[in-house]
């Protein structure tokens, strides 16, 4: 009577966590193995990696700002010195991807300040075991939980219970029963992002293999072997043919003395394409159901459903995901930093810069022809925060003393006289956000910046005609913004170029007042004290005739 074993892939389940307390740490299974389970799912199924990309570019947007940067401009500036763009993705990728990140917290050499804030790999970090307490006092960093001789565990204490100049914080959502390590929030479409990966691997691998469903081996003289020999012989040909690379299964069959070695081809079902067809869209379904994808049009799938317009269907759906499922992962990361930054005395109001920027509609009528308010707002600038950093935003009889750590020497070629090498002065039109007359609408509108020398050549162009002293055409619009009871002024902006750094905790800092920054060929002017006054207030000073 012949032997006959089905031989199939076993099932993938998740592997218990290992505490080895010898070293006093937890594993995320054997060596740290269910870190790159995750990996290989995000990097071989095709919808969970779309997603996770997508959701990664989302939570980013434009990167991070502060509501109050230009009311606290020194805290700003020494935000963006030590926490770099790319740490930014790395650590956000890594909370997209496992549901945890681990930041590295480098303080100063006197420890009292953070210095810098980096991103560590989450897979590479495992907590130390429990004390007594259940509080995790510290992080085990290793290059290689495989080839720990090679490259011995480091411990880095948990931020702000330590003097030690390098701590670990971790970015863990609470989760039930999971002490040690947080699983993603799509956790349970994992099985169905393997199925996935099986499946292509399947599909372009039995065309290979000329479309075969699998294989009977017929064994001759197999029932002479000893059990011993006929698991070793399949222990070998299960290595050579299973696996989704080979496609399907196979049956070995020992048969008799006197048969002989054939392999049969399993017959082929010819409606087996609907049977693939059917898992394909039940594990697309269930991994975007895994991740609460409100739309896949996001993700450049289409399906029978949706509203009649892409476009509608699109911005509806990146609304209700970035409201549903980005914002809460957003607040995880802010409130991290926030408790960072805590620790330096600085308390920013942190966000998250949207990917897409909304369109307003103009709230004024705009005329056909250019006029001269139109002419002078062209010469404004858009800011440009991708090769500079917005370092101050003051008003402008505030200019006296600029803190930076050191400044370049002017240049001839630079767009305006107050610049330098590093760093380009502008004035931004700054005051009640809902003006009523057109000039301050406008302005506010446009939200651009402008050199001072565009802004005091207006006063022999008509620009805002009628609302000069007595009714003029023409006036100084670097003293007098709006005329009338304008309730507006000028604010210097200061940016700083990208990469050059300032520290203003360091004690060699300097406070370059204006006489000093001409020495040294920084042309800062001293401004009229008029500049920074409402027009509104200038009434009763005598500046203007009252005009309502």
Known sequence: MSDIRL???????RPPLVEVKSKNWVLNGQKNSFYQYIIDRNNGSVTNSAINKAYTDLIIGRGLSARDANLKPLAWAQFVSMFSKKDLRNIVSDFQIFGEASIQVVKSKNKQKVSGIYHIPQNLVVPSLENEDGEIEGYWYCKNWNKQTI???QFFPVFGTSKE??????????????NYFANPDYFAGLAYAEMEEEISNFCINSIKNGLSAGYIINIPDGQTLSPEEKEELERKIKEKLTGSPNAQKFILNFGSKDAEITIVPFPVNEQQ?????FLTNESRQQIMTAHRVVSPMLFGIKDATGFGNNADEL???????LKRVIAPKQQYLLDALGDILRFNEINLDLFFLPLTEVKKEPSIQMHSHKSELDSFIDLGEVEDLENYDLIQELEVD????????????????????QDNKDI???YKYA???????EFCQKMISANKIYRKEDIIAMENRAVNPGWGANGADTYSIWLLKGGGNCHHKWNRVIYLKKGVKIDVNSPTAEIITTSEARRRGYSVEANDTLVSVEPRFMVNNGFLEPRK
């Open 424 to 426: 380009i002065i502008r």
């Open 431 to 437: 005051g009640d956000p809902n003006p009523k007359r």
């Open 398 to 417: 505030y200019e006296e003393e600029i803190k930076l750590a050191s400044t370049g020497t002017a240049t001839p070629n630079a767009k305006s006289k």
């Open 273 to 277: 394409h609907k049977q693939w067809d």
């Open 7 to 13: 031989i199939q892939l076993s099932n993938y389940q």
């Open 151 to 153: 490259y011995p565990p």
């Open 165 to 178: 100049e390098i701590e670990i914080y971790k970015i863990k959502p609470y989760v039930a029963g999971c």
């Open 315 to 321: 911005d509806t759906a990146e609304a209700q995901v």
